[in-house]
């Protein structure tokens, strides 16, 4: 390690520090996204459709599993990348340094082990030819094998292997040229940006062949045409991982390394929305439907209580309203407040043998006054 200088190989460690959380929060909300698509087919295949599981099933969800892997590990890249200095470099660098390499190398399962996941949708949906079948499904296996390879390589490009993250351990560490590997990630990644555009080109030519109508082809294709999403980020990391090519200094390293990082992660969650999405139409519908009825049955109790608010005069009954209870209408009666006082007198009290004759007086509080005479 002679000759190495730690400030010199930290210039822009303040713009790479701001990229890390800026990965960290598009990484996660995309993540987040992804999954909440994923539970929704999941709770559609279970509950809300018919047909059986199938193998494509599996594996999209071991698929999600090996997702959770690579985010977390990303999160940990960046998190240890924001904590190197020039002073503590040489304990501060090694891990970041691992994690940036293992969540890059682990995206080469990551982001295609769902691509077979679709392949097997995509035969199971549209039952193709054979050799159109065997295509589709080939493709994607040799794909993943070509990464399975590609991952191993990854940590056995160098001897020992730990000499790769942590020179300062291993100061003979000897390694082949680092264009090497590069250069087989380079055809690795470029193939699986083409497999995401086959993906989302295929089913929008078969179904627009179809006697649908046009809203319905439309709409489909744009559900199974998510992958030109994931093409368009596949690209963006194939030119991203042609950086890391020359001799880059530390922080030139990480950045690149940590951009590729976030465009695998970008590019393996909306492969899995791809993936996902179609399958979770019936979830869709299914809400939708419960929606609408119970915004029918709203719509019904609000209409039965205008109803019942507005009950025609002759349908009405009057009542006097309880003792201490004010005038109110309830339940289609009409209930009135009446206070009166009563007394009488007698018209010849001088003559208490005689017939008695009474006068009753009814009074209300307006001041009105009625009299019965009685005798």
């Known amino acids: 390690m002679s000759g190495f200088n730690a400030t010199e190989q930290l210039q822009g460690q303040g713009e790479l520090n701001d990229f890390t959380f800026q990965a960290s929060a598009a990484g996660w909300t995309i993540f987040a996204l992804m999954t909440i698509i994923f539970w929704m087919r999941t709770a559609a295949r279970f509950w809300y459709t018919e047909a059986s599981l199938g193998i494509e099933d599996i594996i999209i969800s071991v698929s999600w599993l090996f997702d959770i892997v690579r985010m977390i590990t990303f999160q940990m890249a960046l998190s240890y990348t924001r904590q190197i200095t020039a002073e503590n470099l040489t ?30 949708l995509l035969v199971r949906i549209f039952q193709p030819r054979p050799w159109v079948r065997y295509a589709i499904l080939g493709f994607p296996f040799a794909l993943f094998l070509i990464c399975i390879v590609g991952f191993i390589l990854s940590f056995a490009q160098c001897s020992p292997a730990a000499g790769q993250w942590d020179p300062f351990s291993h100061p003979d560490t000897v390694c082949w040229p680092r264009n090497t590997f590069i250069d087989y990630a380079l055809v690795a990644s470029s ?20 006697k ?24 963006t990391k194939v030119s991203n991982n042609a950086t890391l090519l020359g001799n880059p200094n530390l922080v030139e390293l990480y950045t690149h390394a940590l951009h590729i990082g976030l465009w695998n992660s970008i590019e393996g969650d909306f492969v899995l929305i791809a993936a996902c999405l179609p399958g979770a139409r019936p979830w869709f519908k299914s809400n939708k439907r419960h929606t609408s009825a119970n915004t029918s049955n709203l719509s019904s109790l609000k209409s039965r209580s205008r109803h019942d608010r507005h009950i025609p005069i002759e349908d009405q009954e009057l009542g006097i309203a309880k003792h201490g209870e004010p005038p109110a209408v309830t339940n289609g009666n009409i209930h009135v407040k009446q206070d009166f006082s009563f ?26 006054s009625a009299n019965t005479r009685s005798s």
């Open 91 to 120: 304990t501060s660098a090694p891990p970041a340094t691992f994690w940036a390499l293992f969540t890059d190398t682990w995206a080469f399962l990551s982001v295609t082990l769902p691509k077979i996941g679709v392949a097997f």
């Open 212 to 235: 649908l109508p046009m809203w319905k082809k439309l709409s489909t294709i744009a559900f199974m045409g998510l992958g030109l999403a994931a093409f368009a980020f596949a690209v």
């Open 343 to 368: 007394h009488h007198e007698d018209v010849n009290p001088s003559n208490a043998s005689d017939d008695q004759s009474y006068v009753y007086e009814l009074t209300t509080p307006g001041g009105q």
């Open 191 to 210: 193939m699986s940006a083409f497999l995401d555009l086959a993906f989302a080109v295929y089913p929008g030519a078969v179904v627009w062949q179809l």
